[in-house]
């Protein structure tokens, strides 16, 4: 596969696309790790979206999309194609529903579902990213998710608009049947709320962002939780045994819980280290490489394995190292 001029210089004439060539996607991401792709695409608007989609299947380009890049771990190699963001960011409010355009901030969809009066994302605020990307992989925080509020979904499957319930999204820990078609691609959805005191749930937001603000601090090279938590009833029998039952809170332990115990705290690779008080919190030092953080990751799998018989399994996305993750 090699880069195709003709199609960036397609591209740049279309009105309300940005085009970016050679972008370094360390720039892009939170853990400010990974390499150049070819080039990276803005879209302001559907149409500017659809033509870059389809221009970019019809080269032969591979491609795939990105949001914030607060949940992605880039290969130092980069990505050997282009990379496409949807950046339309309306929050319409016409009532009890809200319309949101998936290029928004999430954090600005909860301060605006707050200041409307309207319940049900409160406890998601200080969540960083994007809308699309936090239906796609079902954020949430502090007992609430996207998907409860999840109205509908409209996205672009590469020929024609559609638009799934929230039944059809499939939803569930962390999951959407999104991630099984990664080349649908979101652009907006519409959310039902219920009404509520907007004093009341701004109070809420901001005791959660003051404690989020603790736990990751805003200028924090990191993805977040590296791992996603266990549902109590799917753990292998030796590391249910293990449990202590305080642990599991809601039907889920935490998988910090079993990296503490096998000694991931303060683990470092390079210049990538483990947090000294969260063992799920893993955090680029400065001068840290992809390369430490998969050898890290691959260390503390190897660990829990080995002690709990358990295989603990990434929340964060992997982009540049499958090219089956392209597109086209
Ligand atoms: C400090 C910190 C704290 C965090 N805390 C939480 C938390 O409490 N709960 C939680 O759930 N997550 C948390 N995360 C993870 C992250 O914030 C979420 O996963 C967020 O939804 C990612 O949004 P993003 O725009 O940065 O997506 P990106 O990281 O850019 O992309 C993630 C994935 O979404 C896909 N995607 C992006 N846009 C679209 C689209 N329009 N259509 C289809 N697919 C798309 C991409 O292909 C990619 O695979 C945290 C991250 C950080 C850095």
């Known amino acids: 596969m090699t880069f195709s001029h003709d199609a960036m210089h397609h591209l740049r004439q279309v009105p309300g696309l940005r085009v970016l060539p050679g972008a370094e996607l360390r720039h892009h991401t939170r853990f400010r790790l990974g390499g150049p792709c070819w080039f990276l695409a803005d879209a302001e608007t559907p149409e500017a979206f659809q033509q870059a989609y389809i221009t970019l299947a019809a ?26 963001r949807y950046s339309a960011s309306r929050i319409l409010v016409p009532g009890t529903n809200i319309f949101v355009d998936a290029g928004a901030e999430l954090n600005a969809l909860v301060d605006t579902a707050n200041a409307h009066a309207l319940a049900g994302l409160e406890s998601m605020a200080g969540i960083p990213g994007w809308v699309g990307a936090a239906i796609y992989g079902n954020a949430g925080a502090y007992g609430q998710s996207i998907h409860q509020r999840v109205e509908s979904v409209r996205f672009f499957d590469g020929r024609e608009l559609r638009q799934w319930s929230k039944a059809e999204c499939g939803f569930r820990y962390r999951h959407s049947r999104f991630k099984e078609h990664k080349e649908y691609q979101i652009l907006s959805a519409t959310l039902q709320l219920e009404p509520g005191d907007a004093a009341a749930l701004q109070a809420v937001s901001q005791k959660i962002r003051a404690t989020r603000d603790a736990k990751f601090p805003p200028s924090m090279a990191c993805a977040g939780s590296i791992f996603k938590n266990f549902l109590y009833k799917d753990l292998p029998d030796r590391a249910r045994a293990a449990v202590p039952p305080a642990k599991v809170i809601e039907g889920k332990v935490p998988a910090g819980w079993f990296l503490e115990e096998v000694g991931a705290k303060g683990l470092q690779v390079g210049g990538i280290k483990v947090a000294d008080y969260h063992a799920n919190l893993i955090y680029n030092t400065g001068h840290g490489t992809t390369a430490d953080l998969l050898a890290l990751i691959a260390e503390l799998k190897t660990r829990a394995w080995h002690q709990f018989n358990l295989s603990i399994e990434e929340e964060v996305q992997y982009l540049g190292f499958d090219t089956a993750t392209s597109h086209a």
């Open 59 to 84: 080269a032969g380009i591979p491609w795939t999309s990105i949001g914030a890049g607060t949940n992605l771990i880039v290969n130092d190699a980069g990505y050997p194609g282009a990379i496409l």
